[in-house]
């Protein structure tokens, strides 16, 4: 064999096709298998999260809804009891308010027969000062027997 | 190639060697049409392998403009596990990490396999064809020329000695020559055996590629010349059937064949690279 410009040629050639092959065909397809390899990767990581994500969201709201039920329980008690202490309460002021009216009722009552007796002494003496004038036809001054009229009144 | 050549008994031997003969240009011999001095280009090798070449960065750009991350087609599945299978080799008999090699093995599985495919087209085809525009010699086939053979396992060894030295450095390199197989004490001996080992490498890559196709393209003249060397007339009920059974017998056989010496080249070619790139020796 000898070594001709026909060798030469073909090395250039290798060369030139090994930077082209390595240009065009494999740097691209391996970088978008690569990249291919990653986003499955990702996907698959993310579906994973995604499960645990789930289960954690389920645990988390099966606590959420056993914490509410018991406020709810707690809220309902409460309100019982508040209710029926309002209903007691009531009652109870009912009970004083009702007897502070019949307490002042009796008061006037006492009053306005204490002021009717005074009324009543009043004019029973002056009955009596008049009934005795009329008696000795004569004026009878009031000061003088004021102590009489007294014991008058006194004794109604 | 006309077929005048063929009908004779005589003509055998000259059909042979006119196929098998290259379109010769620069200083080349008048008589026998072989390259005479360093000045004479195989037309016909060039001109395919540059257009295979061209073929395999076109289909590439073309590939590459349409790329799918997400649903490969058709082509760009069949390209991609092309890649994978060569990436698979490389992992596997490649130590280290290394961008260079796996576009090298790519490289010439693909051209090796498409010059090597020229061969399974019928051999007086493209001949004749070119017989037509003037064209007297024209050997298809890239990889019976010694010279495309050559040039590759010699870019190979190139690559050999440059990791060798990269690695080894050049005094450790040297060290392999003096030390390697027997030891210190026969270093003479340690000297040829290690030169026949490194200068067998490129050597075998290329002869063996050579050999092979070169041996092919002759089985597929001989078969050729079962109905060629036939008098036209009654042998020929005989003769031509028994020609298209053996051709296509040889072409099916000759498809594992050219893809076997593809892939045996390009796994050498990463062995090889792959010892010189490796320190302990």
Same mark, same amino acid.
């Given at each position: ?12 050639? *290798?060369?030139?096709?090994?930077? *082209? ?16 390899? !990653? ?24 606590? $959420? /809804?056993?914490?509410?039920? !018991?406020?709810?329980?707690? /809220? ?9 202490? /309002? $209903? ?35 004019? $029973? ?12 036809? !004569?004026? /009878? ?8 009229? !007294? ?6 | ?28 011999? #008048? ?12 037309? %016909? ?12 960065? +076109? ?10 991350? %997400? ?27 290394? #961008?260079? +090699?796996? #576009?090298?093995? =790519?490289?010439?599985? =693909?051209?090796?396999? =498409? ?18 525009? &003037?064209? &007297? ?49 026969? +270093? ?13 490498? #490129? ?19 001989? +078969? ?17 059937? =028994?020609?298209?059974?053996? %051709? ?31 320190? %302990?020796?």
């Amino acid at each position: 064999m000898n070594i001709t410009v026909t060798l030469l040629a073909q090395v250039i050639a *290798f060369v030139v096709l090994i930077y *082209f092959v390595n240009k065009v065909l494999w740097k691209p397809l391996t970088d978008m298998m690569d990249a291919r390899q !990653k986003k499955i990767a990702d996907g698959l990581a993310a579906a994973e999260k995604g499960i645990k994500d789930q289960e954690l969201a389920e645990k988390k709201a099966l606590d $959420v /809804i056993g914490e509410a039920k !018991k406020q709810a329980a707690e /809220i309902v008690g409460l309100a019982q009891k508040r209710s029926s202490e /309002i $209903v007691d309460d009531a009652k109870n002021s009912a009970k004083s308010e009702a007897e502070k009216i019949v307490h002042a009722a009796n008061t006037e009552i006492e009053q306005e027969l204490n002021r009717a007796k005074e009324q009543l002494r009043k004019d $029973v003496s002056a009955v009596a000062v008049a009934g005795a004038s009329k008696i000795l036809k !004569k004026e /009878i001054n009031a000061n003088e027997h004021a102590d009489l009229l !007294k014991d008058l009144a006194a004794q109604i | 190639m006309s077929a005048s050549e063929g009908s004779s008994g005589g003509g055998t031997v000259e059909y042979i060697q006119h196929h098998l003969t290259n379109l010769c240009v620069g200083d080349c011999d #008048p008589v026998t049409h072989k390259a005479a001095s360093f000045w004479a280009l195989h037309l %016909d090798t060039v001109f395919f392998s540059y257009a295979l070449a061209a073929l395999i960065i +076109i289909v590439s750009w073309r590939l590459g403009r349409s790329l799918q991350t %997400d649903v490969p087609s058709g082509f760009q599945n069949f390209v991609e596990s092309i890649l994978d299978f060569v990436a698979q080799q490389v992992r596997d008999t490649f130590p280290g990490k290394n #961008p260079l +090699i796996a #576009p090298l093995a =790519l490289t010439i599985f =693909l051209w090796v396999w =498409l010059m090597n495919f020229m061969d399974l087209i019928p051999v007086d085809l493209l001949p004749l064809l070119a017989s037509f525009l &003037g064209i &007297g010699y024209l050997k298809v086939v890239p990889t019976t020329d010694l010279s495309t053979t050559m040039a590759m396992s010699l870019t190979v060894f190139a690559l050999i000695l440059y990791y060798n030295i990269k690695t080894k450095g050049l005094i450790g390199y040297g060290k392999m020559f003096l030390f390697h197989p027997f030891g210190k004490f026969v +270093i003479p001996i340690n000297i040829v055996m290690t030169a026949i080992e490194e200068l067998a490498k #490129p050597l075998s890559l290329g002869l063996r590629l050579f050999g092979n196709m070169f041996a092919g393209e002759l089985v597929f003249l001989l +078969i050729a010349l079962i109905g060629g060397s036939a008098a036209i007339g009654f042998g020929l009920l005989l003769v031509v059937p =028994l020609q298209v059974v053996l %051709d296509l017998a040889w072409l099916i056989f000759h498809i594992l064949v050219i893809t076997l010496q593809a892939f045996i080249f390009m796994v050498l070619t990463i062995v090889y690279l792959g010892m010189a790139t490796t320190s %302990d020796h």
